[in-house]
Protein backbone atom coordinates (compact mmCIF):
# COMPACT_ATOMS: atom_id res chain seq x y z
CA UNK A 1 0.00 0.00 0.00
CA UNK A 2 2.55 2.14 1.06
CA UNK A 3 5.26 1.51 -2.48
CA UNK A 4 2.00 2.01 -4.25
CA UNK A 5 1.36 5.49 -3.04
CA UNK A 6 5.03 6.23 -3.27
CA UNK A 7 4.75 5.55 -7.03
CA UNK A 8 1.54 6.48 -7.92
CA UNK A 9 0.82 9.51 -5.97
CA UNK A 10 1.29 12.92 -6.87
CA UNK A 11 1.38 14.16 -3.22
CA UNK A 12 3.71 11.72 -2.86
CA UNK A 13 6.08 12.75 -5.63
CA UNK A 14 6.09 16.51 -4.11
CA UNK A 15 7.09 15.27 -1.02
CA UNK A 16 10.06 13.49 -2.88
CA UNK A 17 10.51 17.01 -4.36
CA UNK A 18 11.52 18.04 -0.72
CA UNK A 19 12.86 15.01 0.39
CA UNK A 20 15.04 15.71 -3.34
CA UNK A 21 15.95 19.15 -2.71
CA UNK A 22 17.27 18.75 1.30
CA UNK A 23 19.10 15.43 -0.04
CA UNK A 24 20.69 17.57 -3.57
CA UNK A 25 21.70 20.57 -1.47
CA UNK A 26 23.62 18.25 1.03
CA UNK A 27 25.18 16.59 -1.88
CA UNK A 28 26.00 19.59 -3.89
CA UNK A 29 27.07 21.91 -0.50
CA UNK A 30 30.04 18.58 0.26
CA UNK A 31 30.87 18.03 -3.34
CA UNK A 32 31.56 21.83 -4.14
CA UNK A 33 33.15 22.45 -1.12
CA UNK A 34 35.46 19.60 -1.65
CA UNK A 35 35.52 20.98 -5.58
CA UNK A 36 37.28 24.32 -4.50
CA UNK A 37 38.90 23.67 -0.99
CA UNK A 38 41.02 21.15 -2.48
CA UNK A 39 40.08 17.75 -1.62
CA UNK A 40 42.52 14.75 0.12
CA UNK A 41 40.93 11.61 1.08
CA UNK A 42 44.12 10.11 2.16
CA UNK A 43 43.74 11.10 5.86
CA UNK A 44 39.98 9.83 5.63
CA UNK A 45 41.05 6.68 4.60
CA UNK A 46 44.20 6.20 6.73
CA UNK A 47 41.48 7.05 9.60
CA UNK A 48 38.87 4.32 8.35
CA UNK A 49 41.61 1.62 8.01
CA UNK A 50 42.80 2.57 11.64
CA UNK A 51 39.14 2.20 12.83
CA UNK A 52 39.29 -1.57 12.08
CA UNK A 53 41.87 -2.38 15.23
CA UNK A 54 40.62 -2.24 18.91
CA UNK A 55 38.00 -4.65 20.79
CA UNK A 56 34.94 -2.75 18.96
CA UNK A 57 36.72 -1.91 16.09
CA UNK A 58 33.95 0.53 13.21
CA UNK A 59 35.29 -0.58 10.67
CA UNK A 60 34.90 -4.46 9.21
CA UNK A 61 38.17 -6.30 8.53
CA UNK A 62 36.90 -6.55 5.08
CA UNK A 63 36.21 -3.19 4.15
CA UNK A 64 39.70 -1.95 5.63
CA UNK A 65 41.02 -4.61 3.31
CA UNK A 66 39.57 -2.91 0.40
CA UNK A 67 40.36 0.19 1.55
CA UNK A 68 43.89 -0.32 2.37
CA UNK A 69 44.27 -2.30 -0.75
CA UNK A 70 42.39 -0.25 -3.12
CA UNK A 71 41.59 2.81 -2.09
CA UNK A 72 44.50 4.54 -0.74
CA UNK A 73 46.66 3.24 -3.58
CA UNK A 74 44.17 4.55 -5.92
CA UNK A 75 43.16 7.81 -3.84
CA UNK A 76 43.82 10.01 -7.17
CA UNK A 77 41.30 8.78 -8.48
CA UNK A 78 39.06 8.63 -5.56
CA UNK A 79 40.08 12.62 -5.12
CA UNK A 80 38.18 12.97 -8.55
CA UNK A 81 35.47 10.86 -7.84
CA UNK A 82 34.09 11.70 -3.98
CA UNK A 83 33.91 15.30 -4.95
CA UNK A 84 32.84 15.19 -8.67
CA UNK A 85 30.35 12.83 -7.35
CA UNK A 86 28.60 14.28 -4.73
CA UNK A 87 28.16 17.12 -6.96
CA UNK A 88 26.46 15.44 -9.60
CA UNK A 89 24.42 13.66 -7.37
CA UNK A 90 23.23 16.68 -6.13
CA UNK A 91 22.76 18.27 -9.16
CA UNK A 92 20.42 15.22 -10.90
CA UNK A 93 18.93 15.35 -7.50
CA UNK A 94 17.85 18.79 -7.51
CA UNK A 95 16.85 19.14 -11.13
CA UNK A 96 14.99 15.57 -10.67
CA UNK A 97 17.14 14.13 -13.82
CA UNK A 98 17.96 10.74 -14.17
CA UNK A 99 16.79 10.92 -10.20
CA UNK A 100 16.38 7.30 -9.21
CA UNK A 101 20.15 6.61 -10.79
CA UNK A 102 21.25 10.22 -8.68
CA UNK A 103 19.54 7.87 -5.78
CA UNK A 104 21.12 5.29 -5.87
CA UNK A 105 24.75 7.02 -5.94
CA UNK A 106 24.13 8.82 -3.54
CA UNK A 107 23.48 5.87 -1.59
CA UNK A 108 26.60 3.83 -2.31
CA UNK A 109 28.63 7.10 -1.29
CA UNK A 110 26.82 7.22 2.09
CA UNK A 111 27.38 3.07 2.19
CA UNK A 112 30.88 3.62 1.61
CA UNK A 113 30.77 6.32 4.38
CA UNK A 114 29.32 4.51 6.76
CA UNK A 115 31.40 1.26 6.30
CA UNK A 116 34.53 3.61 7.04
CA UNK A 117 33.00 4.35 10.15
CA UNK A 118 31.77 7.79 9.41
CA UNK A 119 28.06 8.12 10.81
CA UNK A 120 27.26 12.01 10.68
CA UNK A 121 24.12 12.93 8.66
CA UNK A 122 25.16 9.53 6.28
CA UNK A 123 22.25 7.40 7.66
CA UNK A 124 19.67 9.97 7.32
CA UNK A 125 20.54 10.60 4.25
CA UNK A 126 19.97 6.85 3.18
CA UNK A 127 16.77 6.77 5.06
CA UNK A 128 15.51 9.41 2.51
CA UNK A 129 16.86 7.56 0.00
CA UNK A 130 14.86 5.11 -0.27
CA UNK A 131 11.66 6.59 0.11
CA UNK A 132 13.21 7.87 -3.63
CA UNK A 133 14.64 4.43 -4.68
CA UNK A 134 11.01 2.42 -3.67
CA UNK A 135 9.18 5.55 -5.58
CA UNK A 136 11.15 4.85 -8.99
CA UNK A 137 10.22 7.56 -11.85
CA UNK A 138 7.24 9.55 -9.20
CA UNK A 139 10.52 10.22 -7.40
CA UNK A 140 11.19 12.54 -10.67
CA UNK A 141 7.32 13.08 -11.99
CA UNK A 142 7.91 17.30 -10.80
CA UNK A 143 11.58 17.48 -12.06
CA UNK A 144 13.37 17.28 -15.49
CA UNK A 145 12.62 13.06 -15.47
CA UNK A 146 9.16 13.91 -16.62
CA UNK A 147 10.41 15.33 -20.21
CA UNK A 148 13.42 13.02 -20.56
CA UNK A 149 12.34 9.46 -18.96
CA UNK A 150 9.68 9.39 -21.80
CA UNK A 151 11.95 10.71 -24.54
CA UNK A 152 13.95 7.78 -23.46
CA UNK A 153 11.36 5.40 -23.71
CA UNK A 154 10.15 6.27 -27.26
CA UNK A 155 13.76 6.42 -28.07
CA UNK A 156 13.88 2.75 -26.96
CA UNK A 157 11.17 1.47 -28.22
CA UNK A 158 11.38 3.29 -31.76
CA UNK A 159 15.12 0.95 -31.62
CA UNK A 160 13.45 -2.10 -30.65
CA UNK A 161 10.79 -1.71 -33.32
CA UNK A 162 13.68 -1.20 -36.18
CA UNK A 163 15.33 -4.32 -34.78
CA UNK A 164 12.27 -6.51 -34.55
CA UNK A 165 11.29 -5.48 -38.31
CA UNK A 166 14.89 -6.21 -39.46
CA UNK A 167 14.87 -10.03 -37.68
CA UNK A 168 11.28 -10.64 -38.99
Do not use: C
Request: glycine share 14%.
Amino acid sequence: MVVKWLRENNVAAGLLVLFRLYLGYQWIHGGWGKITGGFDASGFLQGAIGKASGDHPAVQAWWAGFLEGFALPNVDLFNVLVPWGELLVGLGLILGTFTTFAALMGSTMNFAFLFSGTVSTNAQMVLLTVFILVAGANAGKYGLDRIILPYIRRKTMNKEEKAHKVTV
